[in-house]
């Protein structure tokens, strides 16, 4: 397993290890020692998955008071991943990175507690998977606008109306409005 730093140091690209012959491929997704020697000594308590259509994005979400850190990747499709700095106080407090995870190039992210996370799915359909740190609770979720003008993602080459949203999505409040910076 090969773990790289991305333009913001906590969250990192993991690239496993595929062994792939003529019946398809092996890759192991989580080990728990490996990844701690890579100084990601986590503990995950619940899985995720969700399958959605081209144009989905769904995010900007995140716990503020009981922060998830989540390993996520692609099993089948291809999406463009975004992970938002939310710590207060942090030096990179509302910069972002983002990543292509597909079940092609096998890229997987960590992206810790204290950050906000969202996709938008690129291929017909995608399946995506995530391990979380700590148990989902509605009550502690926080959703940031997708179109947020200080984040200024970069969602790709799509007309905002192709966008397949939330209405919770689409009510979000901006990153201002929620830290009141």
Known sequence: MEI???ALPDVKLILPKVFGDS???FKEVWNQRELAQHGLDVNFVQDNFSRSCRNTLRGLHF????PQG???WVS???VYDVAVDVRRGSPTFGKWVAEYLSCQNHRMLWIPPGFAHGFRVLSNEADFQYKCTEFYDPDDERC???DDETLAIGWGDVDSAELIISEKDASALSLKAMFEV
């Open 23 to 25: 019946r398809g491929f």
């Open 4 to 6: 790289k730093d991305t």
């Open 63 to 66: 716990q503020d008071e009981k």
């Open 76 to 78: 089948r499709g291809e």
């Open 144 to 146: 940031i606008r997708w």
């Open 70 to 72: 989540k390993l996520v």
